[in-house]
């Protein structure tokens, strides 16, 4: 009889509790029966996978999802320099130029950015400062570039 009681109890208290929770989330008992899954959602809720080893799974999910990233980056990168550039072709001859150095380089940037938040900020401001050097610099050139008109005009 007291294992009867002592059931009931922890069941009044786990019903007790889930009401409070769907009170203190603005749920109604509408709402309640919404959201608890019926037991056929809970059987057909599996994910099927293609191999019983959970192993070679994660090993599958992770060269796809290696794939799919190495893809949509490739394709962002083409499509960046071919705006950039204006050429195609131009675009492609600086993609396919890289060095072993500059692809390592991009390697370690992008894992330090990863990392942790210092390094997503170290590798952030090193790309502000490396655009506002660019930026910089084409300004001088196109200065350079108005003198030399107004001195090649200023001579005829």
Do not use: H
Request: hydrophobic share 35%.
């Amino acid at each position: 009889m007291s294992e009867k009681r002592s059931r009931r109890a922890r069941d009044y208290a786990r019903d007790k509790a889930s009401k409070l929770k769907d009170e203190a989330l603005g749920r109604d008992s509408v709402a309640r029966e919404l959201v608890r899954p019926s037991a056929d959602a809970k059987a057909n809720s599996r994910i099927p996978v293609p191999s019983t080893n959970p192993a070679t799974n994660l090993v599958i999910a992770e060269i796809i999802m290696r794939g799919a990233s190495t893809l949509f980056r490739q394709n962002v990168e083409r499509q960046v320099a071919k705006a950039s550039y204006g050429d195609e072709g131009k675009a492609r001859e600086v993609l396919d130029g890289r060095t072993i150095v500059t692809s390592l380089a991009l390697y370690g940037a992008s894992k330090l950015a990863t990392r942790s938040p210092l390094g997503l900020g170290v590798v952030t401001g090193a790309l502000v400062a490396k655009t506002l050097y660019d930026r910089g610099k084409s300004r001088q050139l196109r200065k350079r570039r108005e003198g030399a008109a107004k001195l090649t005009s200023s001579e005829e």
